[in-house]
């Protein structure tokens, strides 16, 4: 028979423990919105405890969005195999994925929250934005990057990010809309930038050389004529 008794963690258990928690929270509400009392309760342990283990709510916030910031780092990793849009469209849906399941927390991240403008916070921001730029850069085989190349992926990050935010403000647009559309903006990036240089224009042929007939590309491109139909 169990005898209730509570098993104590050890310290770094506890932090992330806590962190874990905080996250859960921060996926509910804004960060800005949740208090210290709550993230004690949820972990059933006293308020002071909490400061035992960090100095303040700033710097649980911090340690709460490191994690998720290698979280989301992580949804941009996907194997060199297979045609392009099919890759970029399985990365905008674990992007999504983060999204929805963090939603307040995003938001608040992305439009200011308590730890928006921080040195550790911002560092944390450019690393997922770097991260993401390298693994896009990595697909399309490049090792000296262009500099209009460069222009358009981080364009490109940028554009993902404030369509994310839009997106969470009401859901007025299906989310499975926005993955496509994505992969088509980053299509229509390049072939802008294509139109403008040479080595853009070399890279976008290797780019849709074997993309299928039913792939985002090429919905890409049917969608475009029928336009001039």
């Known amino acids: 028979m169990s005898t209730g008794v509570r098993r104590?963690?050890?310290?770094?258990?506890?932090?992330?423990?806590?962190?874990?928690?905080?996250?859960?929270?921060?996926?509910?509400?804004?960060?800005?919105?949740?208090?210290?009392?709550?993230?004690?309760?949820?972990?059933?342990?006293?308020?002071?405890?909490?400061?035992?283990?960090f100095p303040g709510k700033l710097s649980l916030y911090e340690a709460a969005l490191k994690r998720a910031s290698e979280d989301l780092a992580s949804r941009f990793a996907e194997p060199h195999e297979g045609p392009l849009g099919a890759r970029l469209l399985r990365v905008m849906g674990r992007f999504f994925d983060f999204v929805d399941e963090h939603g307040p927390g995003f938001s608040a991240l992305m439009r200011g929250g308590p730890a928006v403008g921080s040195s550790a916070t911002n560092a944390l921001i450019d690393s997922v934005r770097q991260a993401a730029y390298e693994q896009i850069v990595s697909h399309l085989g490049v090792t000296d990057t262009p500099p209009r190349l460069e222009?358009?992926?981080?364009?490109?990050?940028?554009?993902?990010?404030?369509?994310?935010?839009?997106?969470?403000?009401?859901?007025?647009?299906p989310r499975a809309e926005l993955e496509v559309q994505l992969v088509h903006d980053f299509a229509a990036l390049a072939a802008v930038s294509a139109a403008y240089d040479e080595?853009?224009?070399?890279?976008?042929?290797?780019?849709?050389?074997?993309?299928?007939?039913?792939?985002?590309?090429?919905?890409?491109?049917?969608?475009?004529?029928?336009?001039?139909?």
Not at 19 to 46: H, N, Y
Not at 199 to 212: C, G, I, Q, R
Request: glycine share 8%.
């Open 8 to 53: 104590r963690m050890g310290v770094e258990e506890r932090r992330q423990q806590l962190i874990g928690v905080a996250l859960d929270l921060f996926s509910r509400r804004s960060p800005d919105d949740v208090s210290i009392d709550e993230i004690a309760t949820a972990a059933g342990i006293s308020r002071p405890l909490v400061y035992h283990y």
């Open 151 to 173: 222009l358009v992926v981080r364009s490109w990050i940028s554009l993902a990010e404030s369509t994310a935010l839009i997106w969470l403000d009401g859901r007025r647009i």
């Open 199 to 229: 080595d853009m224009a070399t890279l976008l042929k290797s780019m849709v050389k074997d993309e299928p007939a039913d792939g985002p590309f090429a919905e890409l491109v049917g969608r475009l004529i029928a336009l001039g139909s």
